[in-house]
């Protein structure tokens, strides 16, 4: 299911926000954790959530967020599936791909796929944020 995040609330912010973020992630709670995270970056949009491979793509396309926070396993599929669809229509997008399994092999078919960065969620989850705030910051 594709949530967007379009409310009474966020039509001000709408006009403000400088960095649009799609989150793709099949946990609730992460993805809540980085709702929370990345909206401590005065100027980021959370403009969509997915927990499949097929949401994700049909949200990102229909978004054109700068920015996607992107799990590696998700229900029915892959990271790299979005990757694979996204990447060739939208190139401009970042990618920040997350895992639990940050092996080599995955890291290397996910910026084969277009991924920008690839992130450890036990170890790194914070360098998301750090990662997303230096260009927000650059264009302020």
Not at 49 to 54: I, R, T, V
Request: glycine share 8%; aromatic share 8%; hydrophobic share 45%.
């Amino acid at each position: 299911m594709v949530v967007a995040a379009v409310t009474g609330d966020t039509a001000v912010m709408q006009a403000q926000a400088h960095t649009k973020v799609f989150l793709v992630e099949d946990f609730a709670p992460v993805r809540n954790r980085l709702t929370e995270l990345l909206t401590e970056i005065e100027g980021v949009e959370i403009v969509g959530e997915a927990e499949s491979p097929a949401d994700a793509i049909g949200g990102i396309l229909n978004t054109r967020p700068d920015w996607v926070v992107l799990d590696f396993q998700l229900l029915g599929g892959t990271g790299v599936d979005v990757l694979r669809a996204v990447h060739p229509k939208a190139p401009s997008i970042k990618f920040i791909v997350l895992t639990n399994h940050p092996n080599a092999q995955y890291r290397r078919t996910c910026v084969e796929s277009g991924a920008d960065w690839f992130f450890d969620k036990s170890t790194e989850f914070a360098k998301i944020k750090d990662v997303i705030a230096g260009p927000v910051a650059a264009n302020s």
